[in-house]
């Protein structure tokens, strides 16, 4: 069955320090696809990053930067030189292939940036 | 292109009383779905659909429908309202067919609902 782990409920950190965000999967598919999304304030969900199981390089966008390890079933998250507005709540997600592409989002965590 | 759009964006019910929340996605993609999100609890895949007249249970179905009698909208319905649905609603939606497996679900900004 496919499970999603986040197990850092929240996370507080100055602003311009680094911070990692955990996320383990389950799965016994071998073509999976792995979604981070970020939830602000305001509620709405945004749509950071996919990637599929095959494509295990790390991925860089600007100050976000993603680890995608198969061997440990983690895609971390990582933002670098955090800003105050980086505040947000951030889902984890698991998609498998041939499943209508219904997804199973982690509990998230809250991440909170102190000035 | 408004992308997700869902109405109403707020609503307060007393238990017993039905209501119907509307999803519409103007990017012409074959899937929707509705989930929940409760403190704590992450996003509940309720219902979805994978193509006009098509819809499916979810992780929570029990005490909402849905119908998607049109390519571009996507209806929960609750027909008699418990406190224990006092929840946010997200609907979402993705290219489905025409994308491939694992598309992007793109979603709309959330109805808040209270029941009473």
């Known amino acids: 069955a496919q499970k999603v782990t986040q197990a850092q409920t929240e996370i507080s950190v100055v602003e311009k320090e680094d911070v990692t965000l955990d996320c383990v999967y389950e799965?016994?598919?071998?073509?999976?696809?792995l979604f981070w999304y970020k939830q602000p304030p305001s509620g709405e969900l945004v749509f950071l990053i996919r990637?599929?199981?095959?494509?295990?390089q790390n991925e860089i966008s600007g100050r976000y930067s993603w680890n995608f390890q198969k061997s440990t079933s983690s895609f971390n998250f990582t933002i670098t030189a955090s800003q105050v507005v980086d505040s947000a709540v951030y889902f984890c997600?698991?998609?498998?292939?041939?499943?209508?592409?219904?997804?199973?989002f982690g509990k998230g965590t809250r991440l909170h940036i102190l000035p | 292109n408004a992308g997700v759009t869902q109405t109403p964006k707020f609503r307060v019910l007393k238990t017993g009383q039905s209501m119907t929340l509307l999803c519409a996605q103007d990017?012409?993609?074959?899937?929707m779905y509705w989930y929940r999100q409760d403190p704590g609890m992450g996003l509940r895949l309720i219902h979805y659909?994978?193509?006009?007249?098509?819809?499916a249970k979810g992780e929570v179905p029990d005490g909402y429908n849905v119908s998607r009698l049109k390519k571009q909208n996507f209806l929960l319905g609750l027909e008699s309202a418990a406190p224990s649905q006092t929840s946010v609603y997200f609907c979402?939606?993705?290219?489905?067919?025409?994308?491939?497996?694992?598309?992007?679900?793109?979603f709309g900004p959330g109805t808040r609902l209270t029941v009473l």
């Open positions: 659909s994978v193509g006009e007249g098509t819809t």
């Open positions: 979402a939606s993705s290219e489905g067919l025409a994308g491939g497996p694992g598309d992007t679900q793109y």
């Open positions: 990017m012409n993609h074959e899937y």
């Open positions: 799965t016994r598919d071998t073509t999976y696809y």
């Open positions: 990637r599929n199981s095959f494509d295990e």
């Open positions: 997600a698991l998609s498998e292939a041939n499943r209508d592409d219904k997804i199973i």
